[in-house]
């Protein structure tokens, strides 16, 4: 099977747009080029509109999507803040750990995998954090939590949102839901390679910045001169992948060419194919019921299935490939994306018919 036809169905990365991988061929250009800078504001512009956000700081961090939860923590946190933390999966437990490393107190606020984050308990969990953090779409389990809600109860704290998985697959109204920082990642439903985590910072973050933050790389205060705040000095800061942002440019313009309530769309169909294509089989699903990702669904395995020898069948025999299971769940279930340029019907069409035969034999 070559490698240019497999059907990637893990839990990321997806299939790109061909916008985006065609990106990578355009001419370099230099990092303070008028040209690209004028792109980068472009990319900017078109980040906030898929955060619902006016956000002046909103910006491609260098680096995956861990870079960007970094980023968001280590410019607002340090000794003496206190951070609640939900956590219902493998990323609310990195962001722990993230967070603990700061010096920062942690509360971590734990709720059963498969499950939402709910606002009471966050609430409640301690009476004057500084920040309240949680994963939107939590990529280990499937299940998605409601952000207006605790954006709502916050008080005084600031709400640190991951949306690594579900920007541009579902919807996401920052300014809204009362997100004062957020961070993604380009190879999920954003449909590009993986290798930028896209932020955004309310300006109410941004006066509670740290005073020296402790990352340089990752320092907002630096990073904002250079990539596009309104009145950036554009000093240089470090080299700006520039074909990354040239192919993340790729594709926000096939989103935006689709249309954006219609790529929601278009994922919300998709995952609804999948799932109701993986019952078919008899496979009982993971994630709670009202709070399944379209995008990312997971099923349990039957007891008896020899699960990777099924996965590899898969990615060998049809070339499709999707996710096993993490933490304890490793070896439980099954991680089925349905992401960016990959959710389409043709895709789950095959996937189902692949899987149905592969456990029939
Ligand atoms: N948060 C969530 C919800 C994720 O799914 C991931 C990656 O899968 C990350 C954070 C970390 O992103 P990356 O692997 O791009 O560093």
């Not at 792109?39 to 999507?65: H, K, Q, W, Y």
């Not at 993340?248 to 994922?267: K, N, P």
């Not at 995008?295 to 699960?307: A, I, K, N």
Request: charged letters at 20%; aromatic letters at 6%; one cysteine or more.
């Amino acid at each position: 099977m070559p490698r240019s036809d497999r059907i990637l169905m893990g839990p990321g990365p997806c299939n790109p747009y061909p916008e985006a991988i065609e990106a990578f061929g355009r001419p370099m250009l230099g990092h303070l080029d008028p040209e690209f800078l004028a792109l980068l504001d472009d990319v900017c512009d078109r980040l906030r509109s898929l955060f619902g956000t006016t956000n002046a700081l909103t910006v491609p961090i260098s680096g995956t999507g861990s870079a960007g939860m970094e980023t968001c923590i280590v410019n607002v946190l340090g000794p003496g803040d206190v951070a609640v933390i939900g956590v219902n999966g493998v990323f609310g437990q990195r962001m722990c750990d993230v967070a603990s490393r700061t010096g920062a107190e942690v509360v971590r606020v734990d709720f059963e995998w498969g499950t939402p984050v709910t606002a009471e308990r966050l609430l409640n969990a301690h009476p004057s954090p500084t920040l309240i953090g949680m994963v939107h779409a939590e990529t280990s389990t499937g299940a998605r939590s409601d952000v207006a809600e605790i954006g709502a109860g916050k008080g005084d704290a600031l709400l640190l949102v991951d949306c690594v998985t579900s920007l541009g697959g579902l919807e996401f109204r920052a300014d809204d839901w009362g997100v004062d920082l957020a961070y993604s990642g380009t190879q999920k439903c954003l449909g590009v390679p993986p290798g930028l985590s896209p932020i955004t910072v309310s300006d109410r973050a941004r006066d509670r910045f740290v005073a020296k933050s402790q990352s340089w790389y990752l320092d907002l205060r630096l990073i904002g001169d250079y990539v596009g705040t309104p009145g950036a000095k554009r000093a240089y800061h470090h080299t700006a992948p520039i074909s990354m942002i040239f192919s993340l440019h790729g594709g926000l313009t096939a989103i935006a060419d689709e249309g954006v309530d219609a790529v929601i769309e278009r994922h919300a169909t998709c995952g609804t194919a999948v799932q109701d294509g993986l019952v078919g089989l008899g496979f009982e699903l993971f994630a709670q019921e009202g709070h399944r990702l379209p995008q990312l669904t997971t099923v349990r395995v039957p007891s008896g299935v020899d699960e990777a020898a099924i996965r590899s069948d898969l990615l060998g025999t049809y070339g499709i490939e999707i996710g096993g299971g993490l933490g304890e769940y490793a070896g439980k279930v099954w991680r089925v994306g349905c992401m960016g340029h990959t959710a389409r019907e043709r895709n789950v069409t095959t996937l189902v018919a692949a899987l149905g035969e592969l456990m029939a034999r």
